[in-house]
């Protein structure tokens, strides 16, 4: 009995001596200091992920609120023909081009009475002259409808990215309301006829506007909204240096006839004085 008495006290003693050494309880410690600080990070980096990529369900978004995600890869679109059947599509007159030949400046006017305009947009029809479908040349929100214009034909007109819009005349069965969200492709109407163009009998004047200036809609099909304001910019800038040369030959040539009016002058003087 004493000597397992001895053994028992043995160990509570070697138990004692393990805590009150000095480095065990500064270990242990700094063990949970450690730990602790890791779960913080966890915790912090778990939430910023989940801000920083929007929310899905009741996840709070990057600032706190709510806010749908962002749709990343957007797909851009480039016009298409504004018609259903294309294959069987055919332009009856063509946009007005101010660098056009004076025949096809000519084709391109609109003849209204006694009166002539240039045409800002093209005039589609079909081989056969029947009706057809008539579709969004692009995606976005119809911004004006009027369907009591006789001379036009009617009018819906679409805005997109930019400030462009695209529009279509000469149409009947609006299928659209102001301020629908409209894909590419979409039907918004049928073709018909209008006072304004009547040799064309059913048909759909189309024009595609840039900050209200009409440019040629054959120029851009295939081609993203960008690339009006592109062709605009170099346009603005070929202006430019067309006029820096005109501006640059009549300096030239004011300076050029200054020195031939000194010069006769000089030659005047040296005939007097002979």
């Known amino acids: 009995m004493r000597e397992e008495e001895k053994k028992l006290t043995s160990r509570k003693k070697g138990k004692k001596s393990f805590f009150k050494k000095r480095w065990v309880y500064p270990a242990i410690y700094l063990a949970s200091a450690a730990l602790l600080i890791t779960a913080i990070f966890w915790y912090q980096s778990n939430n910023s992920a989940k801000n920083d990529f929007g929310y899905q369900g009741d996840k709070l978004g990057k600032n706190g609120y709510k806010d749908p995600a962002v749709e990343v890869n957007k797909s851009v679109e480039n016009f298409k023909w504004p018609v259903k059947n294309m294959k069987e599509a055919q332009i009856e007159k063509e946009f007005y081009d101010e660098n056009a030949s004076e025949d096809k400046q000519e084709a391109a006017m609109i003849v209204y009475g006694t009166t002539y305009e240039p045409n800002r947009g093209i005039d589609i029809t079909m081989k056969d002259e ?145």
Do not use: C, W
């Not at 059913?202 to 993203?224: C, G, M, Q, W």
């Not at 240096?241 to 040296?270: A, I, R, Y």
């Open 130 to 274: 029947k009706d057809f479908e008539v579709v969004a040349a692009l995606s976005g929100t119809v911004s004006k409808i009027n369907d009591h214009d006789d001379l036009l034909g009617n009018v819906i007109e679409i805005q997109h990215d930019n400030g462009v819009v695209t529009q279509y005349q000469s149409i009947k069965n609006i299928k659209v309301s102001v301020g629908d969200k409209v894909k590419q492709g979409q039907v918004i109407a049928t073709s018909g006829i209008s006072q304004l163009n009547e040799k064309a009998k059913t048909h759909l004047h189309f024009e595609i506007r840039k900050d209200n200036v009409a440019v040629n809609p054959v120029s851009y099909f295939e081609k993203p909204v960008t690339s009006i304001e592109e062709a605009m910019k170099e346009k603005a800038v070929n202006q430019n240096e067309e006029k820096s040369d005109e501006t640059s030959k009549d300096s030239n040539q004011t300076n050029k006839n200054n020195s031939n009016d000194v010069t006769d002058k000089k030659q005047s003087e040296n005939d007097s004085q002979g």
